[in-house]
């Protein structure tokens, strides 16, 4: 069975950095790409950034150049590094792993994690 667990909200000033972390409990190679969402209240769930199996990484607009992705392979988990954030980053981040079977999308999400932003 998927299971994906964050960890790593929490409370950051305007300017502050949090790191996120989920824990897969499949190898990381099971999944086509893995990635990080967030939803903001009254908002549709959005991708933040996203890593695929062969290492293309595409992040959202908004968050180029502030948000790092990376993935431990060796370990099973998915990082996102938050420098510079703003109060519009404040959202629930959910982690991703999807799988492609017979041309179909199969999504698995974790739990998610409360990150705000104080202004």
């Known amino acids: 069975q998927v299971q994906l667990l964050e960890s790593g909200g929490g409370l950051v000033a305007a300017g502050g950095s949090l790191r996120l972390s989920c824990a897969a409990s499949?190898?990381?190679?099971?999944?086509?790409?893995m990635g990080w969402y967030r939803q903001a209240p009254g908002n549709q769930r959005e991708l933040v950034a996203e890593?695929?199996?062969?290492?293309?990484?595409d992040y959202a607009d908004s968050v180029k150049g502030r948000f790092t992705v990376s993935r431990d392979d060796a370990n099973n988990m998915l990082y996102l590094q938050m420098n510079n954030m703003r109060p519009e980053d404040t959202a629930v981040y959910y982690c991703n792993g999807h799988e492609l079977r017979d041309y179909r999308r199969l999504d698995y999400w974790g739990q998610g994690t409360q990150v705000t932003v104080s202004s």
């Open positions: 499949v190898s990381v190679f099971r999944f086509a790409a």
């Open positions: 890593i695929t199996g062969g290492g293309y990484i």
